[in-house]
């Protein structure tokens, strides 16, 4: 990661510590931790249509919540379901990954969109983008801040280790790209937050 976007941060991790209560997976093994990538930039269009997409996902029907426990999300629902909010978020998703897809030859993607409530449930779980059906094939994932108003409820990345986290400088209309083995967690937020998250995959 470039260490200039970067900081780190302990204060959270009492909050996450019921993911590994004990020690973690890896502590059987000798660590070289080997710096990952977490690129950032504008998501084009965002003010123009930011409330068209958001206006979208409102008329969505929600999934069952099972990995977040949040207010809705349409990563339970399946894929042939239609994405409303698809015309307008893909359009400018393959604009500002071209570099990426260009470089990688990936042909395939998944998307999906979360929206966390303030006060809601535990809504921490620690994750990668590594697992499970087409994902094993991801290349290269991301996450597009649609609806963001506290920079700490953005995401929180783990060195390999599981026990050192760094928060990107993140704010509402960013775009960022990030290895897809790299685990992270959606914090408990203090303010509303939608995301919509995506892995492109070779088939």
């Not at 590594?130 to 094939?137: D, R, V």
């Not at 050192?164 to 704010?171: A, V």
Request: net charge negative; charged share 25%.
């Amino acid at each position: 990661m470039i260490d200039i976007l970067l900081k780190k941060d302990e204060s959270f991790l009492e909050e996450v510590k019921n993911i590994h209560p004990n020690n973690s997976m890896f502590d059987g093994y000798e660590l070289f931790e080997i710096p990952s990538y977490c690129y950032k930039t504008k998501f084009p269009n965002h003010q123009k249509n930011k409330k068209s997409i958001l206006d979208n996902i409102s008329k969505m029907k929600s999934g069952e919540g099972c990995l977040h426990h949040l207010t809705k999300e349409d990563f339970t629902i399946p894929r042939n379901y239609p994405r409303l909010y698809s015309d307008l978020f893909l359009p400018n998703l393959f604009e500002i990954s071209n570099p990426f897809i260009e470089r990688t030859k990936v042909n395939n993607l998944t998307f999906f969109y979360f929206q966390y409530q303030p006060n809601n449930k535990d809504q921490t779980f620690l994750h990668h983008h590594l697992s499970g059906n087409q994902k094993s094939n991801t290349i290269f994932s991301g996450t597009y801040f649609l609806e963001l108003y506290d920079p700490n409820d953005a995401i929180i990345f783990f060195d390999p280790n599981e026990k050192i986290g760094y928060r990107p400088e993140i704010e509402e209309g960013d775009i960022i790209f990030f290895a897809p083995s790299l685990p992270h967690v959606g914090p408990k937020t203090k303010y509303s937050k939608t995301v919509i998250t995506f892995n492109f995959y070779i088939d």
